[in-house]
């Protein structure tokens, strides 16, 4: 005889919430953890507020950085003024070859010659080694480290400077101050010395130019102006002057056709603002 089937089905196994609980100060029991659409939701907003405060962030570090570069030039004022101080009022030289803009090599830089050229005569004054203490091989590397006085923290050095024979600077002194035929001048000589530049952020190989008219040739060397100067620091520029005071300015007050604006105004190359920094040498 078979058994009779039940009228009633059996009542399916309810669902099992497995996310674990807490009790309340009433004793129920409250369900914890996230669901997967909560984990989602999470995530989304976590990378929202990445997007929008990376670009800040880096804005942030960049505007160190250029404080640290402006900070490191007024060092070189300041040895700057200490030297003239000591020379008569005569500047130290630009470059191991007088009369323009171009590679020094590091067998230039260390040769005795060479002790009155900026990078050599002033870093003694900071107490700071010369450049020519980095000639040798085994510490070149250590001449391109960016915490240096002599580069600026942003500066993008060609890859293996390190073992390059040409010596790479990203801060240049002023190459118009000093005109050929003279193998330096005095400081007394600069007519207008809240405008006149003595040391900018220098353009290294592989930067970006600010016009397509700028020279690409002996990028790096010891000596620049306008048509070298580069912007490192949220499109803008590194330049410390003569009275002591530095700035970082936007292209467009420093270059114009990828040279120095004329007539010297706001921004003066050469000692005498009636001349054209483009022109002499």
């Given at each position: 005889m078979s058994?009779?089937r039940?009228e009633?089905?059996r009542p399916?196994?309810a669902?099992?919430?497995l996310?674990?609980?807490?009790a309340?100060?009433?004793?129920a029991e409250?369900r914890?953890?996230?669901?997967l659409?909560e984990?989602?939701?999470?995530i989304?907003?976590i990378?929202?507020?990445?997007?929008?405060?990376?670009p800040?962030?880096?804005r942030a570090k960049?505007?160190?950085?250029?404080?640290?570069?402006?900070?490191r030039?007024?060092?070189?004022n300041?040895?700057?003024?200490?030297?003239?101080?000591?020379n008569?009022?005569?500047?130290?030289?630009?470059?191991?070859?007088?009369?323009g803009t171009?590679?020094?090599?590091?067998?230039q830089?260390?040769?005795?010659l060479a002790?009155?050229?900026w990078?050599?005569?002033l870093?003694?004054?900071?107490?700071q080694?010369?450049?020519?203490?980095y000639?040798?091989?085994?510490?070149?590397?250590?001449f391109y480290?960016?915490t240096?006085?002599?580069?600026?923290p942003?500066?993008?050095f060609?890859?293996?400077?390190a073992?390059?024979?040409?010596?790479?600077?990203?801060?240049?002194?002023n190459s118009k101050?000093?005109?050929?035929?003279s193998?330096?001048t005095?400081f007394?000589?600069?007519?207008?010395?809240?405008?006149t530049?003595t040391?900018?952020?220098?353009?290294?190989p592989g930067?970006?130019a600010i016009?397509?008219?700028?020279?690409?040739?002996d990028?790096g060397?010891p000596?620049?102006y306008?048509s070298?100067?580069?912007v490192?620091?949220?499109?803008r520029g590194?330049l410390?002057?003569a009275d002591?005071?530095f700035?970082?300015?936007?292209?467009?007050?420093v270059?114009l056709?990828?040279f120095?604006i004329?007539?010297?105004m706001?921004i003066v190359?050469t000692?005498?603002p009636k001349?054209?920094p483009?022109?002499?040498?």
């Amino acid at each position: 005889m078979s058994t009779p089937r039940s009228e009633n089905p059996r009542p399916r196994a309810a669902a099992v919430d497995l996310r674990p609980t807490r009790a309340t100060s009433d004793g129920a029991e409250r369900r914890s953890g996230f669901t997967l659409i909560e984990l989602l939701v999470v995530i989304a907003i976590i990378a929202i507020l990445g997007a929008l405060l990376l670009p800040t962030l880096g804005r942030a570090k960049e505007k160190a950085r250029a404080v640290s570069c402006l900070s490191r030039l007024k060092q070189w004022n300041l040895a700057f003024g200490m030297y003239k101080d000591d020379n008569q009022d005569f500047l130290p030289r630009e470059s191991f070859i007088p009369g323009g803009t171009q590679w020094n090599l590091w067998a230039q830089v260390r040769n005795p010659l060479a002790l009155d050229v900026w990078y050599n005569a002033l870093p003694p004054l900071l107490h700071q080694r010369r450049a020519a203490d980095y000639a040798p091989g085994a510490v070149r590397g250590d001449f391109y480290d960016r915490t240096k006085l002599f580069h600026c923290p942003s500066a993008l050095f060609p890859p293996k400077a390190a073992s390059n024979d040409v010596a790479y600077f990203s801060v240049a002194m002023n190459s118009k101050l000093i005109l050929s035929p003279s193998a330096t001048t005095k400081f007394s000589t600069i007519q207008n010395p809240a405008a006149t530049v003595t040391f900018l952020d220098n353009r290294l190989p592989g930067e970006p130019a600010i016009h397509p008219a700028q020279p690409t040739n002996d990028l790096g060397q010891p000596s620049a102006y306008a048509s070298r100067f580069v912007v490192r620091h949220l499109r803008r520029g590194s330049l410390l002057f003569a009275d002591g005071h530095f700035e970082c300015l936007p292209p467009r007050e420093v270059v114009l056709g990828g040279f120095a604006i004329v007539p010297q105004m706001r921004i003066v190359w050469t000692a005498d603002p009636k001349l054209d920094p483009n022109i002499v040498e």
